[in-house]
């Protein structure tokens, strides 16, 4: 054998290491430079491989990870379609083909459109075949919408004009990766159907029956939707439902989502790895028991073909059937991949160690998708897997065996005892199971989410198997026999209510700060420690390991010092104020949809997993964009002191004390001072714009200065250079860098070093207007814009550095936006 066994598990480590190496590449290689790598790391382990020396074998694992990493790069250029700049915002006419479940919202509809043709003046333009289109009602001038757009279907072909932009989403600190989310789901451009009274009217052309799943799967979200309305009070079991059957998770409503992630089961209210492996499990044991029940010509079926191997098939055949009708999505896959490596290594019939097969499944999943080493899900997912493995019991200790009664005994009374020993066996291997698994991802919890639910063993214990053994297959049944559907909403609504009674306990989740990743590491190899069939003695030295991870707090500035971390919300303010003990917020960003706000997605993970605990939340004013993430915000941290200029009756206000901004106002944190500059007493007094009324708030540190001014006017910075302002070296550029603000004296007035506008990337009102970004740099102040940087994180002890998140972690699948 070329390559003995025993070596088989440091090449499947090299492959992926090779992996995981090139997904930390800034910028691609020519295609040219990752063909040559390849062809010359082929061609070296060809000769390599007749030797058997120590030295040989590493040198080909290295061969190895450079094959991979020569892999992975092609594949990489593989999906790189980019927008043309030229075209961006363009109103581009396009003819093409929903390829994809559109999924409805309050406003509208999104879905997926493969375009076949594009034309910009009548010419025809290249574009990215798959884009991520939005479809929204025509609105009044109110804001309300007063004309839904039609009903799309998958496989329709259509033709549309549009408006498109490069894949560009938020970065922030250990937030989550919208580009590559887009990236992976090979999406290189998204944008907004048109429907101006100069734009011709969508039309639609025919129903190409390209996409049959995609369709067929719409067909079963809309009727079950419509049959299981959502009921007055509680979980929307009808959307849960439907994301059970066509992995529709938008369907799930977000309060939904919010108790399921305090109960720790949000994996199972969508298509999962557990669904799937249950599912296949079961129809394993079915199938196998029917074959070799069977019989041909007289002859048992088991004789031809063994029935093990016959419900492994069986098995992962129903799974990949399952995984594509509910929509083929990336976790989906990986479980079919890694069902697929198990069956295929059981049918070889050898007896493979189980590192070898969590290896090679983990290495070929890898190989197909190598970017879901990005992914929490697939941490979580092979970290569980190769844990239960590595920790599991030997062979007989609750298994099967301890259940089987002796033929030869034929005393009753022995027989229900050993029944009844072995349902207390199976009972205590299902909790020692579920504990284990729980203890040793609680540090990827940490890591990725920041939270642990602590009632998540209990919630799990009993959710697993009702979900999957009971819930899926009415559910899946309902698409033959729609009756199942209201069974399997009588039978999901206790456990709904089960779960949000565990959800309203205190301290149902814990929140703490995220541990580097490093320390993440060392609590996970001490948890496994801790479950490794050894000694006690042996075991306890896994519990130093968890020690650090647990007590890491996020470093705080000194006595005297302050940071800023300007969040990336797109169009809005978001600034996170810290101190050496205390934290402000100063705006909460955009209010993006009626199902979506900066709070929920930006502010509340990054507060969860930086552990701050918010000292004042200050709104400079009522409009959405500073607005829109607050009430989440404030649901999180109910404890926060509002502060803001809000009216008395604003929905925000109510039930809670406000303070209202007025200039004068200052407190001091750890020898920091905090001071209001507008607006005046008698400004909330009189009629004006809400811009007006915007909260100026100037940061005085020992060695700088910040001023955050929310969307104040040429007006008011008239009033109050007029009142007397001092230099800072820190800027939060008025209204997003409007053409209204940023008045040449006021900008010679304050000199700042450093100017920051949080503007979204090619929003609608064109912010940061060109001539301001120039007023700006004429006069020597150094730019930032949060479509360029992402985060920016400012510290007053350096006011004249800064770093940008984008520029700090760049990576080849994050667009880079044109100067």
Not at 244 to 254: C, H, K, M, P, S
Not at 694 to 719: F, H, K, M, P, T
């Amino acid at each position: 054998m070329i390559m003995p066994l025993a070596h088989l598990g440091g090449f499947l480590l090299a492959w992926l290491l090779g992996a995981a190496l090139q997904l930390q590449q800034a910028v691609l290689w020519p295609v040219w430079g990752y063909a040559a790598l390849g062809l010359a790391s082929v061609l070296a382990i060809a000769r390599l491989c007749k030797r058997r020396s120590v030295g040989t074998l590493w040198l080909v694992r290295c061969l190895l990870s450079a094959l991979a990493f020569s892999g992975c790069g092609l594949l990489a250029w593989t999906r790189m379609h980019p927008l043309p700049a030229v075209l961006e915002g363009r109103d581009l006419d396009v003819q093409g083909v929903v390829e994809a479940m559109p999924q409805r919202q309050d406003v509208g509809w999104r879905f997926r459109f493969r375009i076949e043709q594009a034309h910009w003046h009548g010419q025809a333009v290249s574009v990215p075949p798959h884009v991520y289109l939005g479809w929204y009602g025509a609105s009044s001038r109110e804001g309300e919408v007063v004309a839904d757009p039609e009903p799309v279907q998958a496989g329709e072909r259509w033709r549309l004009r549009v408006r498109l932009k490069a894949a560009h989403g938020h970065i922030n600190p250990r937030g989550f990766d919208y580009e590559l989310w887009l990236w992976e789901q090979g999406i290189r451009a998204t944008g907004y159907v048109r429907q101006g009274r100069e734009d011709p009217a969508p039309q639609r052309l025919t129903q190409t029956w390209a996409h049959p799943v995609e369709w067929a799967r719409q067909q079963v979200r809309d009727r079950m939707l419509e049959r299981l309305r959502p009921p007055a009070q509680g979980l929307h079991v009808g959307g849960i439902l439907a994301a059970l059957v066509t992995g529709d998770q938008a369907a799930i409503d977000r309060s939904d989502w919010d108790v399921f992630r305090a109960t720790g089961v949000s994996h199972l209210m969508s298509i999962s790895g557990v669904h799937l492996t249950m599912l296949a499990w079961l129809a394993a044991a079915v199938v196998s028991a029917l074959w070799r029940r069977s019989a041909l010509w007289g002859r048992s079926w088991a004789l031809l073909w063994p029935a093990p191997s016959v419900g492994a098939v069986a098995g992962v055949l129903v799974a990949a059937l399952y995984a594509l009708f509910s929509g083929w999505g990336v976790p989906a896959q990986r479980t079919v991949w890694m069902l697929a490596v198990v069956a295929l290594l059981r049918l070889s019939a050898r007896d493979w160690h189980w590192r070898l097969v969590w290896g090679l499944a983990a290495a070929v999943v890898v190989t197909l998708d190598p970017w879901a080493l990005l992914q929490p899900g697939f941490w979580l997912s092979f970290v569980a897997v190769g844990v239960l493995l590595a920790t599991g019991q030997p062979q007989g200790t609750w298994g099967p065996e301890r259940t089987v009664v002796d033929s030869a005994c034929t005393d009753r009374v022995l027989a229900w005892r050993a029944a009844w020993t072995g349902l207390w066996a199976r009972v205590w291997g299902l909790l020692c199971e579920q504990a284990v698994v729980t203890l040793a991802l609680t540090p990827l919890t940490v890591l990725f989410f920041g939270q642990v639910s602590l009632v998540g063993l209990l919630a799990n214990l009993v959710a697993i198997p009702w979900i999957t053994l009971l819930v899926t297959p009415l559910a899946l049944l309902g698409v033959l026999l729609p009756w199942a559907w209201d069974a399997a909403q009588m039978v999901l609504q206790p456990l709904a209510a089960l779960l949000g009674w565990l959800a309203s306990w205190p301290g149902a989740s814990w929140q703490m700060p995220t541990p580097p990743w490093p320390l993440a590491v060392l609590a996970l190899l001490g948890a496994t420690a801790l479950l490794l069939r050894l000694p006690w003695s042996w075991r306890l030295w896994g519990l130093p390991l968890l020690w650090p991870a647990l007590v890491w707090t996020a470093p705080r500035p000194a006595e005297g010092a302050f940071e800023l971390l300007a969040a990336d919300v797109g169009q809005g303010n978001a600034v996170l104020v810290r101190t050496a003990r205390h934290t402000l917020l100063y705006d909460a960003g955009p209010r993006y949809s009626p199902e979506s706000d900066a709070g929920h997605r930006v502010l509340v993970p990054l507060l969860a997993q930086s552990g701050e605990t918010i000292d004042v939340l200050m709104l400079s004013h009522r409009d959405s964009d500073h607005t829109g993430g607050a009430a989440a915000v404030l649901s999180m941290q109910p404890q926060a002191p509002l502060w803001s200029s809000l009216e008395p009756t604003h929905p925000l206000l109510q039930g809670r004390v406000g303070h209202r901004c007025e200039a004068g106002q200052h407190w001091e944190w750890d020898g920091v001072r905090f001071e209001v500059q507008h607006p005046l007493a008698r400004d909330h007094e009189a009629s004006r714009k809400s811009n007006a009324l915007s909260c100026v708030l100037r940061i005085q540190g020992r060695d700088g200065a910040a001023l955050l001014a929310g969307d104040i006017e040429a007006a008011q910075e008239r009033e109050w250079l007029a009142r007397g302002v001092s230099p800072v070296d820190f800027w939060l550029v008025p209204h997003h860098g409007s053409k209204t603000s940023s008045t040449p004296e006021l900008l010679q007035a304050l000199q700042p070093a450093v100017a920051l506008a949080q503007a979204g990337y090619r929003n609608r009102f064109g912010h940061p207007a060109p001539a301001v970004v120039q007023r700006y740099r004429e006069a020597g102040i150094a730019w930032i814009d949060s479509s360029h940087c992402g985060a920016a994180l400012w510290h007053s002890d350096a006011p004249r550095t800064w770093r940008c998140e984008r520029a700090q972690n760049q990576r080849y699948w994050h667009h880079i936006s044109p100067p």
